[in-house]
């Protein structure tokens, strides 16, 4: 396993203002690419579209850190990636790694799982949301939206948002009727804070790869409503 951690520079020595954080889990890694997304691999840069933002004024300076999966067994099956994926832990290794650069406000931490870093209901998004940390948002970005997953998301704590997005251009094949219908039963049973959203966005690319441009599209869409409401 490993992982990488960017600040931008309009985030470094902040006078220990603590900074959102965005978690990157990346989906299939058949390749062992180290720091996929992050860096590493041809799909797509979480760095750079979160500096576009920052720089463009649509959201605070934040930090952004990515676990990268290269063991054989946690990247090859998409529902069976990223087990136990261990969220504080990760971001107690982040802290620490970052001090004397940044510091990580706990109250605003945004974790995305991308493709198969939310298809795993043991693991990976789903994972994440069970921990000591209370997340944010939990933004579920054309995963595989199987019935398990549903149901986690659907019982997420209730200050967290939960934004799930997909698109059917190259990846049609999947219960989306299911998960939508358990996703918004199950809901209303554990009703989200006012304010907090649950919401299922269908998306249409307009991008030669539609899968990949989900990544930018969901990031874009919704950082800055997550980020502009006082913590």
Request: proline content about 7%; charged content about 20%.
């Amino acid at each position: 396993w490993r992982g990488r951690a960017f600040v931008h520079q309009s985030a470094v020595n902040r006078d220990d203002s603590p900074l959102p954080i965005i978690v990157f889990i990346h989906g299939l890694n058949v390749e062992s690419i180290q720091f996929r997304w992050m860096g590493g691999g041809a799909e797509g840069d979480v760095r750079r579209i979160v500096s576009d933002l920052i720089e463009g004024g649509s959201i605070p300076p934040v930090i952004v850190a990515a676990p990268s999966s290269v063991i054989p067994s946690a990247i090859t099956n998409a529902v069976t990636s990223w087990p136990a994926f261990d969220l504080d832990h990760f971001l107690e290794i982040t802290t620490e790694r970052l001090r004397g650069v940044a510091s990580i406000d706990r109250s605003r931490v945004i974790i995305a799982g991308h493709s198969g870093g939310g298809c795993n209901s043991k693991g990976g998004l789903s994972t994440a949301l069970k921990g000591k940390t209370r997340a944010l948002a939990a933004l579920a970005i054309d995963t595989c939206m199987t019935r398990d997953v549903a149901l986690e998301l659907a019982h997420a704590h209730p200050s967290t948002n939960i934004i799930v997005s997909w698109q059917t251009i190259s990846w049609p094949n999947r219960p989306i009727d299911d998960f939508r219908s358990i996703f918004l039963t199950e809901a209303r049973k554990t009703p989200a804070e006012p304010g907090v959203v649950r919401v299922l966005e269908y998306v249409i690319p307009r991008h030669p790869m539609p899968h990949d441009a989900m990544v930018g599209l969901t990031l874009k869409a919704w950082l800055p409503k997550l980020l502009s409401a006082p913590a």
